[in-house]
């Protein structure tokens, strides 16, 4: 009955898109997981392409990427022209190590997008580090952890992109939809301008 009247709610609102709901739901998101800000998009897939815009990733640069993920999280790589270069993932945790990106690495990599395996947090810290070192932009799909946390901390505000799924099958679901948390507000900008 609460979710109806919600959808009712936004009905007769008048706003399809990029309304009040969705400025508050940024906003929740933002207070949940830390993050400085929250761009709501389509769907997580959407969210990644647009990290990647927003990143500056071009044709012919290298994305490293787990051989083992949802296939949005090589597809979108391909949408902006680059090239997605599998890594392995470790066994037991089934996410990117710092050695399996190192290994798939070459002069060509540009960017890393770190999955968190069905919500199992990877470790942000140490490939957050070798990014920072080489000069690649870390994006995290976060598809699957909403809730999940590292270092005792909420994922969404570790990296400049965390990037959140609110499909249907996931924890928190607003039957379809993404959201893009970051820790700059410039990239915020950015990104609410290129969503529509």
């Not at 959407?46 to 290298?62: F, R, Y």
């Not at 391909?78 to 399996?100: I, M, W």
């Not at 070459?106 to 140490?126: F, N, S, Y």
């Not at 400049?160 to 900008?189: C, I, N, Q």
Request: hydrophobic letters at 45%; aromatic letters at 6%; charged letters at 20%.
């Amino acid at each position: 009955r609460e979710e109806e009247q919600a959808v009712l709610e936004c009905i007769r609102s008048g706003w399809v898109a990029q309304g009040p709901k969705v400025a508050a739901f940024e906003q929740a998101m933002c207070e949940h997981t830390g993050a400085h800000r929250g761009v709501a998009v389509s769907s997580c897939t959407t969210g990644l392409h647009l990290a990647l815009v927003a990143a500056d990733i071009s044709p012919g640069d290298e994305v490293i990427v787990p051989s083992l993920s949802f296939i949005a999280t090589a597809n979108a790589p391909r949408y902006v022209g680059a090239v997605p270069v599998f890594a392995d993932v470790d066994l037991a945790t089934q996410n990117l190590t710092v050695e399996t990106i190192k290994t798939a690495a070459t002069d060509r990599t540009k960017a890393v997008i770190l999955v968190h395996q069905v919500g199992m947090p990877a470790d942000i810290g140490a490939v957050r580090a070798l990014c920072d070192e080489r000069g690649w932009t870390l994006i995290e799909d976060a598809a699957c952890a909403i809730g999940s946390t590292f270092n005792g901390k909420p994922i969404g505000q570790h990296s400049d992109f965390v990037v959140f799924s609110f499909h249907p099958r996931k924890l928190l679901t607003t039957g379809e939809g993404g959201m893009v948390m970051t820790t700059r507000d410039e990239l915020a900008d950015r990104m609410v301008r290129l969503r529509q």
